[in-house]
T-cell receptor, first 115, second 113 residues
Framework: GAGVSQTPSNKVTEKGKYVELRCDPI?????LYWYRQSLGQGPEFLIY????????DSGLPNDRFFAVRPEGSVSTLKIQRTERGDSAVYLC?????????????FGPGTRLTVL | AQSVTQLGSHVSVSEGALVLLRCNYS??????LFWYVQYPNQGLQLLLK??????LVKGINGFEAEFKKSETSFHLTKPSAHMSDAAEYFC???????????FGGGTRVLVKP
């Protein structure tokens, strides 16, 4: 079956612009996660959803970042007034549930470059 | 709070030699531990995970890791490196509730012919 997909694969924008990053999880997976991976670092947690609701958004760096999952499937990460420091690879993952050992399946990421 | 430390951001091994990647964690509760591999321009792929069953965990591609509670370690090994093992490897920890992963900084493996 299809894995996690993310669009676009690359996004170049100018400082101050608004961007949306999309994630299509594996069908039937109730949990969806967003991570951010800066160059040369490990991924850092941003937010996760259980169904439609954000269960934990403690990793969002500030109020310019927002994510939604209105129907419990596709999720969109929204970044307002982008800054050069937002440049990173944004990773999405999904898992069948929220148990500690449930494997998270990762998408290929969206590489965001803010000029 | 949880944290993960991977010793060595880069490791170079000869083809056929032992691969050893070190991971130490801190966690206030019994952890779940994972090793992921990331090939260039690809997503993270799970190699193996520890979920409080056997302390020696076998994964894909000949990798294995041993959970040592006394040393708070979860080192990854492979007896004989292949050229295809060249990639970046990430150790990660989570706890029972919520399942959000905390990653180490990663170790990039270079395999020399």
């Amino acid at each position: 079956g299809a894995g996690v997909s993310q669009t676009p694969s690359n996004k170049v924008t100018e400082k101050g612009k608004y961007v949306e990053l999309r994630c299509d999880p594996i069908s039937g997976h109730t949990a969806l996660y967003w991570y951010r991976q800066s160059l040369g670092q490990g991924p850092e947690f941003l937010i996760y959803f259980q169904g439609t609701g954000a269960a934990d958004d403690s990793g969002l760096p500030n109020d310019r970042f927002f994510a939604v999952r209105p129907e419990g499937s596709v999720s969109t990460l929204k970044i307002q007034r982008t800054e050069r420091g937002d440049s990173a690879v944004y990773l999405c993952a999904s898992s069948i549930g929220l148990a500690g050992g449930d494997e998270q399946f990762f998408g290929p990421g969206t590489r965001l470059t803010v000029l | 709070a949880q944290s993960v430390t991977q010793l060595g951001s880069h490791v170079s091994v000869s083809e056929g030699a032992l691969v050893l990647l070190r991971c130490n964690y801190s966690s206030s509760v019994p952890p779940y531990l994972f090793w992921y591999v990331q090939y260039p321009n690809q997503g993270l792929q799970l190699l193996l995970k520890y979920t409080s069953a056997a302390t020696l965990v076998k994964g894909i591609n000949g990798f294995e890791a041993e959970f040592k509670k006394s040393e708070t370690s979860f080192h990854l090994t492979k007896p004989s490196a292949h050229m295809s093992d060249a990639a970046e490897y990430f150790c990660a920890v989570t706890k029972a509730a919520g399942n959000k992963l905390t990653f180490g900084g990663g170790t990039r493996v270079l395999v020399k012919p």
